[in-house]
């Protein structure tokens, strides 16, 4: 496939993309302290998870929602918090990727995200200091794959959509980017994407 514009922005997704997540931690704590869920979906379900990544819902307001999950609210709000937290796995060789890019595109992050997650991410993965900005949702007030945070991270960050790439996980957020003229890769490996990248002839500093 070839580019129709030279690329010349970038945008990544942060999870499944540059960290990876695993909620096992904190839903083993939900059930040793009562709570009846199944799974990861349950949960965020019942926390209406949109809520916290759209804004709407600030982070002490998250943890009381799954406080709230507990039996008679067995666990502590430090307790919620640091299970929150303690979710995710860096993918280095692709923050190693993001940061080569910058050297020679305006590299920019996009991704569905709450502001407690983000400031742990920027604190100890000091993931902020990737590329020449980052769009949380919480702070556009909407999420992937909706129209709106694509066309506010187009104001923000100046981008023309035939010169822009995005990379995420999941499929309908990238349906969505092209949607608006982007390019788009579904992300499932480095290797993948950096061939993906290749075929739009972006430079990606000597990877095969």
């Known amino acids: 496939m070839a580019a129709a514009q030279r690329i010349g922005n970038i945008v990544f997704d942060i999870g499944w993309v540059l960290v990876r997540l695993n909620y096992r931690p904190l839903l083993e704590f939900l059930h040793a302290h009562g709570a009846d869920l199944a799974d990861r979906d349950a949960v965020m379900n019942r926390i209406r998870l949109e809520d916290h990544e759209t804004g709407r819902l600030p982070g002490h307001g998250l943890l009381e929602r799954l406080r709230g999950l507990t039996r008679s609210n067995a666990a502590s709000l430090a307790q919620m918090q640091a299970k929150w937290l303690d979710m995710f796995e860096l993918e280095p060789a692709m923050v190693e990727l993001a940061h080569r890019l910058s050297e020679r595109y305006r590299v920019f992050l996009l991704s569905n995200i709450g502001d407690l997650h983000w400031a742990h991410l920027a604190r100890e993965y000091r993931l902020h200091a ?43 957020n990238v349906a969505a980017a092209r949607t608006r003229g982007w390019h788009g890769i579904v992300h499932q490996d480095r290797s993948s994407t950096l061939a993906e990248l290749q075929a739009l002839r972006v430079a990606t500093g000597g990877d095969p």
Do not use: Q
């Open 130 to 172: 990737i590329g020449h900005g980052a769009l949380p949702s919480y702070v556009a007030g909407v999420m992937k794959p909706h129209e709106g945070i694509y066309a506010e991270a187009e104001r923000r960050f100046a981008l023309e959509p035939r010169a822009t790439v995005f990379i995420d996980d999941r499929p309908d």
